[in-house]
Every structure is written in C-alpha cells, then in structure tokens.
C-alpha cells in the first residue's frame, strides 16, 4: 500500500495512492479519515492524482539522519577512511521538509549546495529501545528523501545543524511505500539525476548494498538514545556521486521500488 499527502481544491489530506506503477495518471489519491500510521479508514472522496498537488507524504516531529554511512561517499567528502570516520547521528528540522516538485532555495550564504539521494524511513509507532532484530515492528515504509548539505558551512561550522537544516534542505516524497518486504535492502539502486543548463547526467549511481549500519543496527543506534513518533523519518545515509547544485539546475532521486523525487533549484 502507498500512503501520501495531497494538496486539493479544498485543503489538504491524507490519502492512499491506488494503481500500478509510477506514472501519475494511472494512480488515484482516495482520501483517509486519519494518518497512515493507522489503518485507513476511506472517507468516499477521491481525485485522480494528476489533478492534485502532492506534498511531502509525512510531516515529522523530527529527522533523525545517518551520517558517513557509505564508505565510498565518506572517501568523496570527508577524504578519509570509513574505518577513521565511523557513521554518525545528526538532526533535520521539520521546517526543512518540503514534498515533490517544490523548490530548493539556496540563500545567499550557503555555498556548495550538494544533494544527497537517500533511501528513507517512516517510522509507524512509538519506538524507544529497539532490537535491531525487531526493527520492521516499528516501520510503517519506506520513501525517498534528498539530505540537501551546504558543504561549506558543514566543515566552516564544525558541526552540521545549519549546513543541512536550512528551510528547503529535505525534500521527502513522493509517497510512502508499506510493503517493506518487497525491498531487498542488501541490493537496492539508488541514483541521482541532475539536469544543469539543459543536460541531464546520472551523477549517484550505487546500491544499499554499500551501507556501513544496516537497517536494524540503524534503528537500534537511533532509539537507544531518542524516542521516534509515529511520522518520524530517518535517513539512511548518501551513497557517492554527490555534486553542487545550482539555481536553474532539477535533482531527481531514484530509488528501486519507490519512484523519483524531484525538485528544482531557485535562490532563496
């Protein structure tokens, strides 16, 4: 099942996505009473999806993010070993999420504006103290996030709240996926497309198979230390491929199984 968020002639709601594939004019938003993190409950009304807005699919009290988490990626930016720089925990703001096809903008003061392609998680209960073993009983699914980092205040700062927190910097979308056993998380592609004055270049072109912290060791790491909600996301990490963004440039990530998350690039 396929949970999202819609912007529609008469507010927003919650809805399932029903249909096959991708393309959003085969799909339909039948809007729920309630969140995803319950069973839906249908309220009648329903819209094709093409005629409607889609938002990001959950609206989290936090991001909760994997850092250094490829060793290809941590060799790319960091210019060291993954043995030196184990995977770290940092936070996103909720003000930073933003859905699909909605605009990043990049203030003045934020140079070398990179995306990160990433496979996500929406966590579906109250989760504290979580074996790794058990960590499919607190998923509701899966989605695509881009963990948008300004390099230049990541190392100017010495810490990362700012250069990744910035108003824009975590387009989540374009749905959530619930059919969690359907992914093969030791061989999941994960790509980032960016168009630049007219050229679209595959620049991340890797797979989950890269991961240092697999996804129960992930979870466990996260809740030992903080409780996540129901809506909470976690980031999985960044494969290699990362590169600068411009105003003018589009950034799609794609992952097997969950679509394309695309957006464009604006100043702020």
């Known amino acids: 099942m396929r949970f999202g968020r819609i912007a529609h002639p008469e507010g927003f709601s919650f809805v399932v996505i029903d249909g096959e594939g991708s393309d959003v004019t085969d799909l339909v938003a039948k809007e729920i009473k309630d969140t995803p993190y319950t069973d839906p409950e249908y309220t009648g009304r329903e819209w094709p999806l093409a005629d409607v807005r889609l938002l990001a699919p959950t609206l989290p009290s936090k991001v909760v993010a994997i850092g ?3 060793a290809d990626h941590v060799a790319e930016v960091f210019k060291e070993s993954a043995e030196h720089l184990p995977p770290t925990l940092f936070l996103k703001p909720p003000t930073a999420v933003i859905g699909p096809d909605a605009a990043i903008k990049i203030p003045d003061f934020a140079t070398k504006v990179e995306f990160e392609g990433e496979l996500a998680v929406v966590v579906g209960k109250v989760a504290k103290n979580v074996k790794a073993e058990d960590w499919k009983s607190v998923v509701r699914g899966f989605t695509i996030v881009n963990d948008v980092s300004s390099r230049d205040l990541q190392f100017a700062d010495g810490q990362w709240a700012r250069a990744k927190g910035i108003d824009t910097f975590c387009p989540l979308g374009p749905w959530i996926e619930t059919d969690i056993d359907s992914f093969d998380l030791d061989n999941l592609s994960i790509k980032a497309h960016l168009t630049h004055d007219g050229e679209r270049l595959t620049k991340q072109d890797s797979n989950s198979n890269q991961m240092i912290m697999k996804m129960g060791q992930i979870i466990e790491f ?10 909470d996301v976690i980031c ?9 963004m411009q105003p003018g ?3 799609e990530v794609e992952i097997e199984g969950l ?7 604006e100043r702020a």
């Open 259 to 265: 679509g394309t998350l695309r957006n464009p690039i």
């Open 236 to 244: 999985t990490g960044s494969p290699a491929g990362t590169e600068a």
């Open 68 to 70: 250094r988490n490829y």
């Open 222 to 231: 996260i809740t030992a230390s903080m409780t996540l909600l129901p809506g």
């Open 249 to 251: 440039d589009t950034i």
